[in-house]
Structures are given as structure tokens and as C-alpha cells.
């Protein structure tokens, strides 16, 4: 089975400018969280999907992130327009609920993104 | 605030040698998860131990233990018989139980593994 992906891998931009980060999580998960890492500080959550709908999205910085996942497959996280502070390492997991107990998140291997 | 702390921003051990990270964390809350989560330098997250709050017995896997001390809220993993292959940066995270699934996460302790 396959596990999260997540591409790019690694992306350089220049402030003013789009990217957008892809994820495809573990088929069959209908969980998939987004978290950001920026050097020297803690890995902080930014949204959770459930399918396609967001379940919560109250650590997207701004709206200068926009995140869809279109029919609760792969999402998409766009940065328009890209900041110098948007820098670091974006991760996506993904989790399909059990049962009495809460869901262990799997995840991708990050994508770095560095604005100059 | 629900916060982490990993005192620890970097260790190192010897192989074959045990080493032990530690994690203390602080809510309200009284039931939520705890894990240990390592990432080696290919990057890729996994998943190395967890553990449910409601549970006494500390949780094990193969040459990973924890130390759950809920009254003082520390978490700390111990790995024993440690590897090349473990050399990677640890972090320690929780999650509440119900429907807000947002793990909160540590700095995370970088260990370095030494032939």
C-alpha cells in the first residue's frame, strides 16, 4: 500500500509569487491534515479535511493560503502571494478513524519551501 | 495553552547503547494521546510509539518503551539497543480525544547514533 505523498519535494520561489503543494493521501483515508514546520519552531497544524470538507481550518496564517481537496482525494494547499516568512517544511498526513480510539496521522515525507 | 517541551535539542549515544528523550506537556484535558513521532534525514514522518492517556501500562515496541507519568504529564521514550538506523530527529506530540484531531507537537530532540 502506498503511503502519503506529497510533491514537490522542494520548491524555491520568489516573494510575490504562487506555488502550490500537492498531497495524495493513503487511498481510503478520509482524514488529511496539513501542518507547517518553520525552522526552529514546533510543527504547527494549519487544516483538517474530512473527505472534502473542511473540518477545521483555524491555523491557515492568512488568507494568503488557500487549501481545497476537490472530491476528497488529493489535496491542494496555494500560497498566493508568497511571503519570506511563508518559508519551511509543509506536511500532510492523512488518518482513517478507528474505533474507540482516536486515529493515528501517517505522513508524507514534507515538502520544503523556501521564498527569497 | 497546550504546549510540548523536549528539553533535550540534541543527544547523542553510542550503538548497542540506551538513551532516553524526554517529553513533558501540559493540559486540562484528560483524555487525549500521546506519540513519538521520528524523522530521519530522508524526511520522511513515522510513527514509533503511542499511547492513550486512560491507560496505566506504559506502551512498548520492540526496543522502544515509554515512561507515562500522567500526575506530572512527562512522556519520555526510552530506546534501548540503539541503531545506526536511529539517528533521526524525535519529536513528541499529542492529540485530544473526540473530534479536534490536531496533533500539538515538541521542538523535537535531534539524536545522533555513533558507531
Known amino acids: 500500500e502506498a503511503g502519503v505523498t506529497q510533491f514537490p519535494s522542494h520548491s524555491v520561489i520568489e516573494k510575490g509569487q504562487t506555488v502550490t503543494l500537492r498531497c495524495d493521501p493513503i487511498s481510503g483515508h478520509d482524514n488529511l491534515y496539513w501542518y507547517r514546520r518553520v525552522m526552529g519552531k514546533e510543527i504547527k497544524f494549519l487544516l483538517h479535511?474530512?473527505?472534502?470538507?473542511?473540518?477545521?481550518e483555524s491555523g491557515m496564517p492568512n488568507n494568503r493560503f488557500l487549501a481545497e481537496r476537490t472530491g476528497g482525494t488529493y489535496s491542494t494547499l496555494k500560497v498566493q502571494p508568497a511571503e519570506l516568512e511563508d518559508s519551511g517544511v509543509y506536511f500532510c498526513?492523512?488518518?482513517?478513524?478507528?474505533?474507540?480510539?482516536?486515529?493515528?496521522?501517517?505522513f508524507g515525507p514534507g515538502t520544503r519551501l523556501t521564498v527569497l | 495553552a497546550q504546549t510540548v517541551t523536549q528539553s533535550q535539542p540534541e543527544m547523542s549515544v553510542q550503538e548497542a547503547e540506551t538513551v532516553t528523550l524526554s517529553c513533558t506537556y501540559d493540559t486540562s484535558e484528560n483524555n487525549y494521546y500521546l506519540f513519538w513521532y521520528k524523522q530521519p534525514p530522508s524526511r520522511q514522518m513515522i510513527l514509533v510509539i503511542r499511547?492513550?492517556?486512560?491507560k496505566q501500562q506504559n506502551a512498548t515496541e520492540n526496543r522502544f518503551s515509554v515512561n507515562f507519568q500522567k500526575a506530572a504529564k512527562s512522556f519520555s521514550l526510552k530506546i534501548s539497543d540503539s541503531q545506526l538506523g536511529d539517528t533521526a530527529m524525535y519529536f513528541c506530540?499529542?492529540?485530544?480525544?473526540?473530534?479536534?484531531?490536531?496533533?500539538?507537537w515538541g521542538l523535537g530532540t535531534s539524536l545522533a547514533v555513533n558507531p
Open positions: 499511547q492513550e492517556a486512560y
Open positions: 506530540a499529542f492529540i485530544f480525544a473526540g473530534n479536534n484531531r490536531k496533533l500539538i
Open positions: 498526513a492523512s488518518s482513517q478513524p478507528g474505533h474507540g480510539f482516536t486515529d493515528t496521522q501517517y
Open positions: 479535511f474530512v473527505k472534502e470538507s473542511k473540518q477545521d
